[in-house]
């Protein structure tokens, strides 16, 4: 699978690489994600030490085992208290300057440590490593892969099920059974199912509402192999299908394929977000597609890069985004068009196989 | 069902009352389970402005229709950027001292917003809202109680599916069905199904390993009402039963039935936890038993207080905790017995509901 001992090494030694550019004797992850990235270990609390000669692993007494089985390029510490046990490891080093990673350290947490560092120095880190998992390796890109393809299958599986009096409910209890039953180590991330005006709510959790005749069914979900993440959204018509609701999925498919059209190496996020967002202004629509084209995807299944506005990130060969324009008319209805691929050399590879033509059902 | 939209008011009463004490004129609450709490918005982000004469939630565009809908108590406001609409909000206002959950904050807003906070300031709270949530009101305890039997049913309905050759990932893709066919939003938590020597990790996650006889397997899971959690473990033994076994479990059973016993309203949360650990200590297997025995549960699975060595909590009326002591082998077996129970004037009320006799299957 690629997930050898010596990725993970290959992958810390990527991260050292950068602490003479910072300045840094060593850097702490608190990012469990990225603590799996660099060592293995897929525990659910723990924290990562990496200096320029060693890395050491710190959890409780929960993760002993799983840590010594999962991590072989680190060593094991336990703490009982994190912050304590951290200020020991800091205080063993003749080390001063450490790097942390600021979007997943806790205030109190870091407040509590810097108030008993003494002389050692904390810098925040952000920008500096926010693309360290970005670009994806092969054996990556291979899990990512089947993620997609059995979250794809599912929800061809689920079509059967799609009938008018089932509810969202039972829509996301019968998905994440075939999700697991298809190999998936659990939906990548709550499963939405959102019919008729709940499809209105980009984020809408899954409800008692029965689904009916002429309905919208919005279905986003993902599975996880290895740790690994897919990400899809279907949009559904159930029986008869109006003329407006035609003409708004043709507009999303639109905005979709040009942003499809748009992802290679070289190119900002922001442009493949302009590229669908240009169609759906174009309808007159702008204000009603609420949120970001797409987001990375891997060990999270929200990471970098972002493809919004706002993105200053440029696209990478190896990158595996989501493009998932969508359209939102509060209180009636919504659609939204959702493929995970991957940045190549002269294009994309798309990972989800769920075709996008509109399926009426 | 309580949730009404006085319930909520109430609570921000409970939370200005604390103002004056802490010398605040206000509170920016982060974390989402207390946003819920305090105002019924159940989106995954956003933030709560709590000021003396004025609740505001701040959302993005995802959540706009959907808080509007859900939290009547408050003004609803749009951020694009999360810092530069709370330090707008902040900027508007002739006030001075805001506090804010530090638990819930990352450091990297953390030190943007300080950075540009100017005259104003910012003081982490911690102790002071820690147990905010911890006791429930009735309608809360109603919506536990049915979360527990969702979860407990769903357990006595998975009991047939036991048997050798089924694999931990299957028994986990049924419960999950079970749990949302029973009425829940969802397991409260990632599922645990252990079995053989991977029951000897507390934590561990399910895989692809099949049930053999004489194996023991912990099934660890929880529904969600509502957004309130269910906590319940139940430990099963597959066919044969050798000795070893038998007396673990019956040491387990004892240090739960004990802790149980333990709690009334005016214990230390250290004390509950110390008879759990006596009883496994006297065994000989103290240093087997890795974890705390227990702690709160409500809108987050593992909330305030904490049943274990280092909490210095005290146990008080309508608080809701789970019992739940465990020995582990390592590369052997492990056993776990928990129970989630309601703080009663004269004991306790337990509201999951599967028998925790030893269960041959």
């Not at 993620?147 to 599912?154: G, Q, Y």
């Not at 709550?190 to 899954?206: F, K």
Request: hydrophobic residues 40%; charged residues 25%; negative net charge.
């Amino acid at each position: 699978m690629g997930h050898e001992q010596n990725s993970y090494c290959n992958r810390q030694t990527r991260v050292r690489s950068m602490f003479p550019v910072l300045g840094l004797d060593g850097i702490i992850f608190f990012d469990l994600r990225t603590i799996r990235y660099l060592t293995g270990f897929s525990g659910s609390d723990g924290v990562l030490l990496l200096w320029a000669d060693r890395t050491i692993l710190f959890v409780d007494g929960r993760y002993q085992e799983q840590a010594a089985r999962q991590a072989d390029s680190a060593e094991i510490r336990l703490y009982e208290d994190k912050v304590t046990g951290l200020l020991g490891a800091l205080s063993d080093e003749g080390k001063q300057n450490f790097g942390f990673d600021a979007s997943s350290l806790s205030v109190d947490l870091y407040l509590s440590m810097t108030q008993r560092l003494g002389e050692k120095k904390l810098t925040p880190l952000g920008e500096e490593i926010r693309l360290l998992r970005a670009i994806k390796e092969d054996a990556e890109i291979d899990l990512m892969r089947k993620a997609a393809a059995v979250s794809s299958e599912s929800v061809l599986s689920l079509f059967p099920s799609i009938r008018p009096g089932v509810s969202e409910r039972e829509l996301v209890a019968e998905l994440g059974y075939l999700l697991r039953k298809n190999g998936s180590d659990g939906p990548s991330f709550p499963i939405i199912a959102a019919s008729g005006e709940n499809s209105a709510l980009p984020h809408a959790a899954p409800g008692g509402r029965r689904i009916q005749k002429g309905d919208i069914l919005i279905i986003d979900c993902g599975a996880i192999l290895e740790g690994y993440c897919s990400d899809e959204t279907v949009t559904v018509v159930l029986g008869s299908l109006d003329p407006e609701k035609k003409q708004a999925y043709a507009v999303v498919r639109e905005a979709h394929q040009e942003a499809l059209d748009a992802v290679r190496p070289g190119v900002s996020c922001r442009d493949v977000d302009g590229k669908a967002r240009e169609r759906i202004e174009r309808a007159g629509w702008g204000q009603f597609f609420s949120h970001g084209t797409g987001h990375g995807v891997g060990l999270d299944v929200h990471e970098a890069p972002r493809l919004s506005v706002r993105s200053d990130e440029v696209l990478e060969e190896g990158m595996v985004v989501t493009v998932e324009p969508g359209v939102y008319f509060p209180g009636k209805w919504g659609i939204r068009i959702e493929d995970m691929v991957v940045v190549r050399h002269d294009g994309i590879e798309i990972l989800s196989r769920v075709p996008k033509e509109l399926k009426v059902l």
